[in-house]
């Protein structure tokens, strides 16, 4: 969504809109709902949600909270690609 990169689909990270209208990360790949994938960086995620591209491919609008934990789990990406290089 964010950078627009193609790959198999288990190097990406599920984003989900639930039937109640919150937006998740999906760490399962099975949760029910309208699903959006985006690569593990955060500048991708950044990408996806500063231009609505994620709202718009789960068709919902994002919520400044659900936004907020969006960019948490990004962050938390950055620090697990990081850590898995040493």
């Given amino acids: 969504m964010g ?3 193609s790959s198999a689909k288990r190097a990406f990270v599920r984003v989900v809109r639930t039937p109640e ?5 999906d760490t399962t790949g099975k949760a029910s709902g309208r699903g959006a ?3 593990a960086k955060r500048d991708c995620w950044d990408e996806a949600l500063k231009r609505d591209r994620l709202a718009s491919a789960l068709r919902t609008s994002i919520s400044s909270l659900d936004a907020e934990a969006l960019r948490q789990h990004a962050a938390q990406l950055d620090t697990a690609t990081i850590g898995s290089d040493n």
């Avoid at 209208?21 to 990360?25: K, R």
Wanted: proline share 0%; hydrophobic share 35%.
């Fill in 21 to 25: 209208g919150t937006v998740v990360v």
């Fill in 37 to 39: 994938y985006l690569c």
């Fill in 3 to 5: 950078c627009r990169t």
